[in-house]
């Protein structure tokens, strides 16, 4: 078994990981498109439990997988598993695979655990680094502490993207990413997250923002009842109004993905990360690709940044919206040949699908030109059910 230095997982979450990635293969092929080794890392990268390589392993090890050309398509026993991922012979590979990281008890993952020890942040004595609590391709982050409130943060270390893209000299990336900061730190609104602080001259540059400890919205994909239908509904709501507030004060997100929405403790939204995929761009005459943050949510882009477009316009957040909306419901990454929402989950209401369509469209003009005009769709289609239009519904803090 070659998984080293990872940490101890459950082989219900191994098995749930390799079915996500099998099944999106097949959703691939069926659409008639494939996916690159790079390309299938781009668009895991932080969503599995362990690193998208130590998964190919397996599957190519045992067969499930193939390369064709450079690109990845399922063998027969790869479709049979995709169709029955909890079949015994799968079960069993993996216990033979990922037999030295899995662990099936939760108490005994909870001993393993280090007890993780407040160390301040370098340079900076008012907050108290504590446990990492998520990665990405421009740094990581983690929880923190400020020292004399003793309020809980978020602390965002940018380290890795000076590595990355050194074509770029530091400096630059610094300005860039003082700009869009200072844009994201302007909005003010119940479903974004705030900006605590900043710091751009450390050794290792960092922000601090507001601290949310419901985790993000990948928690939530795919429902199962009627009352996870309404609480994906309004979670669909609180996205639209916050990105129409933003909208209206001129700032674009252009990198939406489940892991950029987080949820307080009352369930909440909290959109994060505004901006940040404008950070690195292509130099003038390179064939590098535009946009460099984004490419670990390519699953979630338009047409038009994935085309290299670099203007900044509202229908790219409405498309990637869209997008999320329907994994939301579904558990599934729409693809170009994939069944309406209504198809797929019983009991949805069928407008549903006339608003996952509009804001989805490959051709800009064809889709909603704001989300002015979604939530006028919306509201007309279901009246008073969801309250009425601009009236943002938040969860009850008692509750």
């Known amino acids: ?26 959703r691939d092929q069926r659409d008639g498109r494939s996916r690159t080794l790079a390309d299938m890392k781009a668009l895991y990268s932080g969503n599995l439990a362990l690193e998208f390589p130590e ?25 049979a598993a995709a169709a029955d ?21 939760q108490e005994d993952i909870e001993e393993i655990k280090e007890v993780p020890t407040p160390t301040p942040i370098r340079q900076d004595p008012k907050y108290l680094r504590l446990e990492q609590i998520g990665s990405g391709v421009i740094g990581s982050v983690y929880k923190g502490k400020h020292t004399i409130t003793s309020h809980l943060v978020a602390i965002k270390e940018i380290k890795d993207l000076f590595s990355y893209y050194s074509f770029i000299q530091r400096s630059e990336v610094v300005i860039r990413l003082k700009d869009e900061l200072s844009l994201a730190a302007s909005l003010s609104h119940p479903c974004i997250i705030n900006i605590v602080d900043v710091n ?42 916050a990105l ?44 590098i690709p535009h946009v460099f943050i984004g490419a670990q949510s390519i699953a979630y882009q338009p047409p038009e940044i994935l085309a290299g477009n670099e203007e900044v316009i509202k229908q790219s957040d409405i498309y990637s919206l869209g997008i999320i909306f329907y994994e939301m419901l579904t558990g599934f990454i729409p693809g170009r040949r994939s069944q309406l929402p ?58």
């Open 1 to 26: 078994m070659s998984v080293e230095n990872s940490a101890a997982v459950s082989k219900e979450v191994l098995l749930q990981d390799i079915t996500q990635i099998l099944k999106q293969i097949m």
């Open 200 to 241: 751009l001259e450390a050794s290792v540059p960092y922000f601090i923002i507001e601290y949310a400890p419901r985790g993000n919205l990948r928690q939530y994909i795919g429902v199962k009842s009627e009352e996870e239908i309404r609480m994906a509904i309004k979670i669909f709501l609180q996205i639209c109004y």
């Open 85 to 105: 991922a909890a079949g015994t012979r799968i079960i069993e590979e993996i216990e033979h695979f990922f037999g030295n990281v899995i662990i099936d008890a």
């Open 244 to 287: 129409h507030y933003a909208h209206r004060q001129g700032i674009v997100h252009q990198n939406l993905k489940p892991e950029n929405i987080l949820f307080t403790a009352q369930n909440n939204v909290k959109i994060s990360d505004f901006g940040m995929n404008r950070i690195i761009r292509a130099r003038p005459g390179t064939q």
């Open 55 to 79: 998964y190919f392993k397996f599957l190519n090890k045992y067969n499930y997988v193939l390369l064709k050309e450079g690109r990845l398509i399922l063998s027969d026993k790869g479709i």
């Open 342 to 399: 209504s198809e797929v989950v019983k009991g949805l209401p069928s407008a549903i699908d006339k608003i996952f369509d509009k804001m989805t469209r490959d051709r800009i003009e064809e889709r909603y030109e704001d989300f002015e005009q979604v939530l006028d769709d919306f509201y007309s289609m279901f009246k008073d059910e969801y309250g009425k239009m601009g009236e943002i519904v938040l969860s009850d803090p008692i509750s």
